[in-house]
């Protein structure tokens, strides 16, 4: 188990963050239930030639705890100091390990209004961040660790122990740490993720169009669009992995043109707050009208958050042969869940998903199609029964999901880099 978790050190730190030497790292959310991996991967760090490690860390219990008993919001939120350090070192050019380890239902205890009022106040303090990790402006990744909440919802028949063993297997299976070079696998990964999106992003589709049982939706996509897939480079030209596992190709939709109805496949989580079994309407883009078996005022809250929030911010497709899929099974965390079923975003764009859009102001990028939030919401819309095609600009229609799965394949996708109709990424 220590082999196979400093293996995954190695991997965060080296390949995923790809962390350079002088460079700080900043370990946000660190959670404190694994904190000889945490040591772990600060002594990875600075064996990489880290600058200085700075580790914010989280505890389940003690965040639960504050959210029930503490006063009202904005209590409960990140402090204003941790936002202020955070949003510096990322001005600075400092590479972020962000963790995601909520599991759904961890704040069930929570009234559905104020874990909304603590979204939206978390929101507005983290937004300086958010919008440097947005923008690509310095490398990061985000990854996951197992914790006694996760264990205890995800394995609920095994002792704690068992169960956040167990969790550890997950992730070296998903992580792709099971041969004998994880760094290897993970650039023959990401070069099939590339190859998938540069077809896309030649393709230059104005349309996407999805249907399955409670779907039918078609999504706009802006002009100068990019698909993007596991391979990211920062504005300071240093490549990584924006999250581990990794499975999805993603681009961001117009803001203003979404139309029909989607259904959710799996549990949408905000901060440990969970929605089921809901749907969404949209009309010219904004959620005109929703339902939820559970959580439903949790779901009304997030989408009044702010005018961005009713709007969609990413379309990712995965295919149900990716291994994470292939399982059957619910992880309660979105980081695994996202990688194993096609997904929309309500909330925030990322403004890389669009040609030039980091060196766009608040409003170019909004006239270009993108949206802006304080929230970033996934939510699962994959299936076996998921068909998806794109309509390009003279009205063509090409399909690239048929029951879940990828109906163009990489050598295909090969081919259409190579003749692209003209088109070259730039």
Not at 132 to 152: G, H, I, K, Q
Not at 266 to 281: A, D, H, K, R
Not at 362 to 382: C, P, T, Y
Not at 389 to 394: L, P
């Amino acid at each position: 188990m220590q082999e196979k978790q400093a293996r995954y050190a190695r991997l965060i730190v080296r390949t995923a963050v790809n962390l350079q030497a002088g460079q700080p790292l900043f370990i946000w959310r660190a959670p404190v239930e694994a904190s000889e991996f945490i040591r772990m991967l600060a002594e990875e760090a600075y064996g990489a030639g880290a600058r200085q490690v700075e580790i914010f860390w989280e505890d389940d219990r003690i965040r639960l705890a504050r959210f029930l008993h503490g006063q009202e919001a904005p209590a409960g939120c990140r402090p204003a100091w941790e936002a202020k350090v955070l949003a510096e070192g990322a001005a600075g050019g400092s590479a972020f390990l962000l963790f995601d380890c909520t599991c759904a239902g961890l704040l069930d205890p929570l009234r559905p209004d104020r874990l909304a009022r603590l979204v939206i106040e978390e929101g507005k303090r983290l937004d300086p961040l958010w919008q440097y990790l947005a923008s690509n402006d310095t490398n990061w990744t985000m990854v996951t660790v197992p914790t006694e909440s996760w264990a205890r919802k995800l394995y609920a028949g095994l002792a704690v122990e068992e169960g956040i063993a167990r969790i550890w297997e997950d992730i070296f299976t998903y992580c792709r740490l099971q041969g004998e070079s994880a760094e290897e696998a993970w650039v023959e990964h990401i070069a099939a993720l590339r190859a998938r999106s540069d077809y896309l992003t030649l393709r230059g589709y104005r349309e996407l169009r999805f249907r399955g049982p409670g779907t039918d939706l078609s999504i706009g996509l802006p002009e100068r669009h990019l698909w993007l897939g596991a391979g990211f480079v920062s504005r300071r030209g240093v490549p990584f992995i924006p999250n581990l596992p990794m499975e999805e190709v993603f681009t961001l939709p117009h803001r203003g043109v979404a139309e029909g109805a989607v259904r959710g496949t799996l549990p949408l989580v905000v901060n440990g707050g969970i929605v089921e079994e809901f749907s969404l309407t949209f009309r010219q883009g904004r959620v005109v009208s929703f339902a939820a078996k559970r959580g439903q005022r949790l779901l009304e809250a997030v989408l009044a958050t702010d005018e961005g929030a009713s709007r969609l911010g990413e379309v990712a497709l995965v295919s149900q042969s990716s291994p994470i899929a292939e399982s059957g099974r619910l992880f309660y965390n979105t980081l695994f869940d996202e990688n194993a079923s096609c997904h929309l975003a309500l909330g925030r764009s990322y403004r890389f998903s669009l040609r030039e859009g980091s060196r766009f102001s608040a409003e170019e990028f909004a006239m270009a199609g993108g949206n802006l939030s304080l929230l970033h919401v996934d939510f699962m819309i994959g299936s076996s029964a998921l068909e998806a095609e794109g309509i390009d600009s003279e009205g063509r229609s090409e399909t690239l999901l048929r029951g879940g799965e990828w109906a163009f394949t990489v050598d295909r996708a090969a081919q259409g880099r190579e003749d692209g109709g003209g088109k070259r990424i730039r």
